[in-house]
């Protein structure tokens, strides 16, 4: 094992998994900004030619002062940089690094003729879609989501110390000597490890799925190697009561979930919601109830 701390930082500035999430968010944002700006010159033009002042008057008054996206908030950005928003806020980083900003580690992957060009073909994918089936545009914006859920896991920074030794995982503490076991997968240049801990040992938070890069995975093998009988966790009691109550809130969640999707009592768009916001919490139960096992 090595005898100095390693760090790692996995995010959209080193991992191309990541990126291209964001630039498909970037392009779902930029491509409907650009479609409604398309839209709004194509009604400039057409009311100018049917001399419909009364529109084009209206349609004006919406580009000048007609929300966060008019020229009387988008003027004083482009114009003056302290009220110019930086990268940062279009592609949050939770990692805090006062020697390399946000803007300075994402300026070479996310340059402006690219987030344009993402922009633009954003607005040509969106445009198809909702010619070919506007069902199609849902099952875009569902996509993104599941890429942004499974992409969230690969996000990650950390530190793993030789002293004691101690894992530090994004905000939190992972219990190295109540790990069981670690499987391993190699996806491009990331190493993803699906831990399991013994029973009584892990929190709610603790996670499961642990991302490293290939020098940090190694030292991480090295460590769960070299750990002492002495090292282990001792595990805590199981709350019984608490595991069963969380296990049998998040059935019972996932059976209403079932039953507004499957009984035809509400509208299909309200039952649908419906469903996905029971659903969740009937997932996050039953997860609760897994990790106090």
Known sequence: MTETAIEWRIDAANSFAVRAVCYAWIGLFGGGLLAVAASAGVGAVAAAVEGNVASLALLALFVLVGGPFSLLYLLPAIRDADYRPGLSL??????????????????????????????????????????????????????????????????????????????????????????????????????????????????????????????????????????????????????????IVAGGMGVTFLAVAAGLLLVDVVPLAIGAYAALMTGLLGVLFVWAAYALT
């Open 90 to 243: 279009f592609v949050p980083d939770p990692v805090s690094d006062p020697a390399e900003t946000t803007a300075e580690r994402y300026a070479a992957v996310f340059t402006p003729w690219r987030l344009l060009a993402a922009a633009v073909v954003g607005a040509v994918v969106l445009a198809a879609a909702v010619v070919v089936d506007p069902r199609a545009l849902g099952v875009l914006i569902g996509a993104l989501f599941v890429a942004l859920v499974a992409t969230s896991g690969l996000t990650t920074w950390g530190r793993l110390s030789p002293d004691g030794p101690t894992l530090e995982y994004r905000t939190g503490t992972v219990p190295l000597g109540g790990i069981d076991g670690a499987r391993r997968l190699d996806v491009g240049g990331t190493v993803l490890y699906w831990v399991s801990y013994r029973s009584g040992v892990r929190s709610f938070g603790t996670p499961s799925l642990l991302a490293f890069t290939p020098e940090a995975a190694r030292a991480f093998e090295a460590v769960l190697e070299d750990l002492e009988p002495a090292d282990r966790a001792e595990p805590e009691p199981r709350n019984w009561p608490v595991t």
